[in-house]
């Protein structure tokens, strides 16, 4: 399992935490998420041979966030 911190903009409650927390939870691949309101960031832990970075983008972006890359 790899872990890749995302940057997430467009959260600002913990309602929008838990919407972006399922929503990388329900890829396949993915086995743990942990959204940081305050950092505006998403810590995933995943499979990249069952997972992408795209993927990532697609779901946040479904959910109506916005993924500013990764955070080095």
């Known amino acids: 399992m790899k872990i890749i911190t995302l940057n ?3 959260m600002g409650c913990s309602g929008c935490v838990n919407t972006v927390e399922s929503a990388l939870q329900s890829l ?3 086995g743990s998420v942990n959204v ?3 950092k505006e960031t998403a ?10 970075l795209s993927d990532f983008e697609k ?3 479904d959910s109506g966030y ?3 890359g990764v955070k080095a």
């Open 43 to 52: 810590e995933v832990s995943y499979d990249d041979s069952r997972v992408q």
């Open 66 to 68: 916005t993924m500013k």
């Open 59 to 61: 779901a946040i972006d």
């Open 8 to 10: 997430i903009s467009g």
């Open 36 to 38: 940081e309101l305050d």
């Open 28 to 30: 396949e691949g993915v």
